[in-house]
């Protein structure tokens, strides 16, 4: 077993023996070879079959699974099944539960009910954690592990137990160590919220009217420690007792209640969950979109994420050795958890697959094998139907595997020219204190990122670090709300064409406005100063000279001599700045605009680009470019295909279609 990235890309499936009879094990692992799976992630909510009472461990189904499924020569992926402590363990220590903002107990029945504080709980992880490494670290078939299972998912990484009160308040005096500094740099005064000592501090729940943006920023900053440490007590386990195995966890989408780079350091492999169908409908908010990319999912959404965890994989080991899987991959069938959920388009299974590959996935692993005929997940779709025959998922993963003789593309070990700046504090401040409504972070990188994926660029996504945009072309920062200082000076060094969207700068570290007003010491590169922010509902947008508008929200920006007006509002106010190689947007514009500012940069910043036909996307992968259609018709592509020749696909690219074009040989 090996650290390093694998040599191929390959199938994986998300297995649960414990649901089954065993005498249909080996059946199951005889149908995953055939279709050429690689890799079965089992066990990681199995706590209550492994240790069915308490000290009292069961390894036994567990040892003939890994057998059965070594007999294969199928490689395992061991969860930890610490997202589902048994009933037996929350009855010994029921004040491990979490409690929600409402004060209400969250109790068993289902899964996560726990709280990332509770030192009785991260006990019994570590002994669980410890008794499954010792029992499997050094199996032959064991390839990797997974940390518990969707750190966060349902809205639990906010706890407000006593347990998360008292981590909280040790952890405010660590940063302040006197209760006055504290209170200065909350500002305190404001509203008489003045404490005495650190022990008067309450979590930030259940206040009248709106809590302190500083109180809450430092409670996000202080839970998403709690999520850092809880994973790393697990790694440090498995380390010790199962050395040169690769550590992985599998994030979520559009989730960012903590920071999944900080998380990603103690991990080999960044993992992520991929359900376009369920984030279309959940996470994307515009019916004329969900109706649009009905089938397939938004063609940027999923993308980004891949875009992001195969930076977090790099966290640990670096670019060469970073490692990113898809460890949940929706399969051709409808979801559970959508309010409406939709079957996919013919194809569009095969494009998701595909899509993750040619961003450099190691493994895409598909949720789940076979669909459950009992609990909570009956409705979800598996590679197999419930009665242990093939469904649509089964019958693609031979298709990938066929199609993956001829055609392998790289883990993607380069760096794109272009990185786009997404940071987990500015999230928190803009959901926090919102410019306006439907305005946050994350809405504003997925927008410049969206109009890069239309100008067929591949992106890197990173952290606000001078290390992540060493050597590119071309930085986009389209809200970086708080600019650390040290990145002030990164970009004030580098060479790089700088394009920042509004609200760049807007706060301090610690929730305030910043001196001499935003964008705070970024000042030094553009003279700007920020002095008024017009947020409006969506019938009012504010329109500029060439015809496109600003959506939502503009500043009112006063500018220094050495600035220049590249664009301004109909009514004269300056829209776009710039001086150097700096750019500045002072609202939040519409697609239009976004793919004009975006090309202007990219002219700028000498990155070329080109004008894709609608909902096609292309992936740059090593010497191969892939081409996507999200869109309904067909579409001739044969203009994008330069000198290149056809390695799988047509230049007639069908809806749901992928094209791979490569070196003439
Ligand atoms: C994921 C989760 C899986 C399963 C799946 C259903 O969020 O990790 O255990 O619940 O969703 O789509």
């Not at 539960?97 to 030192?119: A, N, Q, T």
């Not at 206040?207 to 790694?235: K, M």
């Not at 076979?370 to 979800?380: K, L």
Request: proline share 7%; aromatic share 10%.
């Amino acid at each position: 077993m090996s650290l390093k990235p694998l040599s191929r890309q390959t199938l994986g499936v998300c297995y649960y023996p414990e649901h089954w009879p065993e005498d249909r094990w080996p059946q199951d692992a005889r149908m995953m070879a055939e279709a050429g799976i690689d890799f079965v992630r089992i066990g990681e909510f199995a706590w209550s079959q492994l240790e069915p009472e308490p000290g009292e461990f069961d390894w036994s189904w567990l040892d003939r699974a890994f057998e059965v499924l070594a007999s294969e020569n199928l490689k395992i992926v061991l969860g930890t099944p610490t997202a589902t402590p048994p009933k037996w363990l929350v009855d010994r220590m029921p004040d491990m539960l979490p409690i929600g903002p409402d004060g209400k107990v969250r109790g068993f029945g289902s899964r996560r009910h726990y709280c990332f504080s509770h030192e009785g709980y991260r006990a019994e992880c570590a002994r669980i954690t410890k008794a499954l490494a010792e029992r499997y670290g050094d199996h032959p078939a064991l390839a990797a592990w997974q940390t518990d299972n969707e750190y966060g998912c349902h809205r639990t990484t906010l706890s407000y137990t006593p347990a998360a009160l008292s981590a909280f308040r040790d952890w405010l005096a660590q940063q302040y160590q006197s209760i006055d500094a504290l209170n200065r740099s909350w500002g305190n005064v404001f509203w008489s919220m003045e404490y005495r000592n650190f022990d008067e501090i309450e979590l930030p729940m259940g206040a009248v009217a709106q809590l302190n943006p500083s109180h809450l920023i430092d409670f996000r900053r202080f839970a998403s420690q709690e999520v850092v440490a809880f994973n790393r007590l697990q790694t440090e386990i498995i380390r010790r007792h199962s050395p040169g195995r690769p550590i992985s966890h599998n994030f979520m989408g559009k989730f960012f209640e903590f920071d999944h780079y900080a998380v990603s350091a103690d991990l080999e492999i960044a993992a992520w969950d991929a359900y376009p169908l369920g984030f279309l409908d959940r996470e994307i908010g515009d019916l004329d979109l969900m109706q649009r990319y009905m089938g397939v999912g938004h063609p940027d959404f999923d993308a980004f994420h891949h875009d992001l965890y195969r930076t977090c994989g790099q966290m640990r080991h670096g670019l060469e050795d970073g490692r990113w899987w898809v460890m949940e991959q929706q399969p051709p069938g409808p979801l559970n958890w959508g309010a409406f959920n939709p079957e996919p388009k013919p194809g569009a299974g095969r494009l998701w697959v595909w899509e993750a590959f040619a961003a450099g996935a190691e493994v895409v692993s598909f949720f789940r094998w076979r669909q459950p005929s009992f609990a909570q997940e009956q409705m979800h779709e598996g590679l197999l139907l419930p009665d242990g025959t093939p469904n649509q998922g089964y019958e693609l993963c031979k298709e990938i595997t066929a199609e993956l003789e001829t055609l392998q593309p790289a883990p993607v070990n380069t760096r794109s020219d272009v990185a786009i700046i997404f940071d987990y504090d500015s999230q928190w401040m803009s959901e926090i204190m919102p410019v306006a409504a439907d305005a946050s972070h994350f809405d504003s990188v997925l927008r410049s990122y969206a109009a890069l994926r239309r100008a067929g660029i591949s992106v890197d996504i990173v952290p606000p670090t001078a290390e992540a945009i060493a050597g590119r072309k071309l930085i986009v920062m389209p809200m970086l709300v708080h600019c650390p200082e040290a990145f002030t000076q990164a970009l004030s060094e580098s060479d790089a064409v700088i394009l920042a969207g509004p609200w760049t700068g807007a706060k301090s570290s610690n929730f305030t406005i910043p001196e001499g007003l935003p964008p705070g010491t970024l000042r030094n590169l553009i003279d700007i100063t920020l002095r008024r922010v017009e947020t409006r509902r969506p019938f009012a947008p504010f329109a500029l000279e060439d015809g496109n508008t600003f959506a939502g929200w503009r500043e009112d920006i006063a500018a220094g001599e050495d600035v220049s007006v590249l664009e301004r509002l109909e009514t004269g106010e300056p829209a776009v700045l710039r001086q150097g190689n700096m750019i500045y947007l002072a609202g939040r514009g519409d697609d239009a605009m976004q793919d004009k500012q975006i090309r202007r940069a990219l002219d700028l910043a000498k990155v070329p680009w080109i004008d894709l036909p609608e909902d096609v996307r292309v992936r740059k992968n090593g010497p191969l470019t892939f081409v996507f259609n999200y869109g309904q018709g067909t579409c001739d592509i044969s203009s994008l295909m330069g000198n290149q020749s056809l390695k799988m696909g047509t230049l007639n690219l069908v809806p749901c279609g992928v094209t791979c074009f490569g070196p003439a040989s």
